[in-house]
């Protein structure tokens, strides 16, 4: 029962995170190649934190951390001088070629930006140096009334901040890559394929009356949904081995799971000897204690 409302309380946060993507203008779902059952995917985690920030929702915000506190007053870092030249340049070619899309219209202006005459980049270059000292003297200020508390929790905020960038560059990376998506349970897909047919007014209520459904659902209805699953899980494995072996080849070990697909290291000669030579000293001297 303890597990089973654990369960409901995620699905419901994702309900949650499903209602703020759609207020975004995205839907987050997809579908998973490979089943004999379409219908729509529940967003990850990961779509639903991507979605959050989009919103302007992030859990920072939510908690009244002290990322508003301490960010509020940080100085911000100037401008680069080619970001200098889109600001101020984005407007005028936006009003002159208004068929072009946002990144449509940042190639042109990157085009322009590498035509630039030195001389002209210079001004932009010039201004970024003046603010950058700016910069350096505000951030100083900002530094030295700090209290060893705020400072601390600052570092512990950058340190987090940069491991979720990590965390997405990875994922991202993995994306790019192909690795292939993980097996979807026999409860997502019979949720994926009875969500909109459900009853309920919000997202969490329709999540809340499918578990309760399958909940109540025998094992002979259930078990259509547990094939599926576990077909999808031996189609995870074996694109999992095919792509894994592929990352072998590209010398990508290290995003290998298995330790199987990694390839034998190569024991060097002089090591091994060195190795055998401190075995045989070692049961030399053994031998003498016991003869004595």
């Known amino acids: 029962m303890a597990a089973a409302l654990a369960l409901l309380g995620r699905a419901a946060g994702l309900a949650n995170g499903a209602r703020q993507l759609f207020r975004c203008g995205g839907t987050g779902m997809g579908r998973r190649g490979?089943?004999?059952?379409?219908?729509?995917?529940?967003?990850?985690?990961?779509?639903?934190?991507?979605?959050?920030?989009?919103?302007?929702?992030?859990?920072?915000?939510?908690?009244?951390?002290?990322?508003?506190?301490?960010s509020a007053e940080r100085p911000k870092r100037p401008l680069s001088a080619y970001f200098r030249f889109l600001r101020d340049n984005q407007p005028a070619f936006r009003q002159q070629n208004p068929e072009l899309?946002?990144?449509?219209?940042?190639?042109?202006?990157?085009?322009?930006?590498?035509?630039?005459?030195?001389?002209?980049?210079?001004?932009?270059?010039?201004?970024?140096?003046?603010?950058?000292?700016?910069?350096?003297?505000?951030?100083a200020a900002y530094k030295a009334q700090l209290t060893p508390a705020q400072a601390a929790a600052l570092k512990e905020e950058r340190r987090k901040r940069l491991a979720k960038r990590r965390s997405f560059r990875i994922k991202r990376e993995l994306t790019v890559l192909g690795k292939p998506k993980r097996p979807r349970s026999g409860f997502n897909i019979?949720?994926?394929e009875n969500f909109q047919q459900s009853k309920g007014l919000s997202p969490t209520a329709k999540l809340k009356q499918l578990f309760e459904t399958w909940q109540n659902l025998s094992s002979s209805q259930k078990q259509p949904y547990l094939q599926l699953a576990q077909d999808d899980k031996v189609r995870y494995q074996n694109e999992m081995k095919s792509w894994e072996a592929k990352m072998v080849e590209l010398g990508r070990?290290?995003?290998?799971?298995?330790?199987?697909?990694?390839?034998?290291?190569?024991?060097?000669?002089?090591?091994?000897?060195?190795?055998?030579?401190?075995?045989?000293?070692?049961?030399?001297?053994?031998?003498?204690?016991?003869?004595?």
């Open 34 to 70: 490979g089943l004999g059952r379409a219908g729509p995917r529940l967003p990850s985690a990961l779509t639903v934190g991507v979605a959050r920030r989009g919103c302007g929702i992030g859990r920072a915000a939510e908690a009244g951390c002290c990322r508003a506190m301490s």
């Open 253 to 292: 070990e290290d995003l290998i799971r298995s330790r199987e697909q990694r390839p034998k290291k190569k024991t060097d000669t002089a090591q091994e000897g060195s190795k055998a030579s401190l075995r045989e000293s070692l049961a030399k001297l053994k031998l003498k204690k016991s003869e004595e």
């Open 190 to 192: 019979f949720v994926s």
């Open 101 to 139: 899309n946002s990144l449509e219209l940042v190639k042109k202006l990157a085009g322009v930006w590498r035509e630039l005459p030195a001389s002209q980049k210079q001004v932009y270059e010039e201004a970024r140096k003046t603010d950058w000292r700016k910069y350096e003297e505000q951030l």
